[in-house]
């Protein structure tokens, strides 16, 4: 039932049109260009994005470790970043997002843009295909029960709003089969740095008139969430040393000798966040995020 995934006492149904947010990532975000701007921080400059695209991509290898036989959904896909090279890896790939635009990219490198109709997966999609896209809401996946050996969500749920939180943990859960991984990225709402005002200005956990929603989620509560539902929930690492440096250089200006220096440091924390996995209160403090890794019994 719905109501077994709560996140908090009485959670406040906030307002949120969802055609709006697709157009916002499916018009608006895609002016930007860039891919890593348009699909995680469209403020930041390149060498930022890129150093948390290696920490990020490089953990999620380290335990997922695609192969041949897997059958992954990538939850909120955007342009393929993620799915892409898992499909390279021998995987087969699904990814979902709600941005028919988005879709399209993705999978107009690999498959075909398919329906919404719950569907029934291929046990072997054959060596040509290794991927399919699906323009679908995280909080009603159109697949059956037990579908995935895993599945993976990075950084969705900051986009949206705590009731779509809980109806979208229900639906990984519900699709993942049992024993199976799902590879959860959250913001770190404990963190100095992230509560400080300056760090998105429009992080006002409400949807803005051209459809972006930016929040804060509940750690604890989600984690919490998942332990209530029998999952096995671990942290696999966050990346303290990334945000130190990222709230560091926050809108400083920087000429060109300094830019090189910058995007040698934010290459070296990823590094440093990566051969620290377990941090402990040092990224309590400090980390921008904390990835999971939960089992679904």
Not at 45 to 69: D, F, K, M
Not at 245 to 255: T, V
Request: charged letters at 25%.
């Amino acid at each position: 039932m719905i109501a077994t995934i709560r996140l908090g006492r009485r959670p406040r149904r906030a307002r949120y049109d969802r055609g709006a947010a697709e157009r916002y990532w499916g018009e608006e975000r895609p002016r930007l260009g860039d891919e890593l701007r348009i699909v995680l921080s469209a403020g930041e400059p390149p060498w930022v994005n890129a150093a948390y695209h290696t920490w990020e991509t490089t953990l999620l290898e380290r335990h997922l470790r695609p192969r041949r036989g897997q059958c992954i959904l990538d939850v909120a896909c955007g342009l393929g970043r993620i799915a892409a090279p898992l499909a390279r890896a021998g995987a087969t790939v699904v990814g979902v997002d709600n941005a028919l635009a988005m879709v399209h990219a993705a999978a107009a490198k690999t498959a075909c843009v398919t329906g919404s109709k719950r569907r029934r997966l291929p046990r072997d999609t054959g060596p040509a295909v290794r991927s399919a896209f699906v323009h679908a809401f995280s909080s009603s996946l159109p697949f059956v029960d037990a579908s995935f050996h895993a599945v993976i969500c990075l950084g969705l749920f900051e986009h949206i709003p705590p009731w779509l939180q809980a109806h979208t943990l229900r639906e990984m859960l519900r699709v993942a089969r049992r024993g199976g991984a799902i590879y959860l990225m959250l913001l770190n709402n404990r963190s100095l740095l992230m509560q400080a005002g300056y760090d998105n200005r429009h992080r006002r956990a409400r949807q803005l008139p051209n459809g972006y929603y930016c929040g804060l989620p509940d750690r604890d509560a989600i984690v919490a969430t998942l332990r209530r539902s029998g999952a096995r929930v671990t942290a696999l690492g966050s990346n303290a040393h990334y945000a130190i440096l990222r709230h560091a250089l926050r809108d400083r200006s920087l000429g060109p000798a300094e830019t090189r220096r910058a995007a040698r440091a934010f290459a070296d924390a990823a590094m440093r966040d990566l051969s620290e996995p377990g941090q402990g209160q040092f990224g309590e403090i400090y980390a921008d995020h904390f990835f999971y890794h939960i089992v679904r019994r």
